[in-house]
């Protein structure tokens, strides 16, 4: 039992790190050049200055939760260090859907504009950027979901034993 229990806890943690690091490589790679009435322009994830900070927390969160699950794949099954490992995975899953909101919310802003503001939607003219992004963005989410899966997974890995000594 235990055995699959750590097999299945090193399977999420590598999904975990796959989706990170896509999501990573994705948003920080993407851009596109477009020309509208003979001006060129490039649309890239750090250009406008709303999505350039939003989107740089994304990319920083992402990297270190990458490197952060990459390091947690070597901890050994019998460590007391998993008691940290749950408290850092509830850290780095909420920062996980904070940059991950944040940067939907703008996401949303670059596809559908804001009248009140004065924005325009970019994606009619960016069409391979805006597909980048979105692709980040579902890596993104799926880490998120595999990262809340890990957290319940480590806090059931932490608990369990303490409730099978008290019995």
Known sequence: ?????RVCHLLLRFLAFAATISAVIVMATSH???????VSFEA????????KILSRYFVIVYSVVTV???LVIFLPAQSLLWRLV??????????????FSAALAIAQVGKKGNSYA????????????????TGALIAGFV????????????????????????N
Do not use: E
């Open 68 to 70: 952060y699950g990459f």
């Open 32 to 38: 596109q050049t477009a020309t509208i009435f003979t």
């Open 118 to 133: 004065a924005w325009l939607p970019i994606c009619d003219s960016v069409p391979k950027y805006c597909d980048q992004v």
């Open 1 to 5: 039992m235990a055995k699959t229990r």
């Open 44 to 51: 890239k994830y750090t250009n406008s200055p709303a999505f």
């Open 143 to 166: 880490a998120v979901i595999i990262y809340i899966i890990l957290l319940l997974h480590s806090i059931h890995t932490v608990i369990d034993p303490l409730l099978l000594s008290k």
């Open 86 to 99: 749950v408290a850092l995975d509830l850290v780095f899953t909420m920062l996980l859907v904070s940059s």
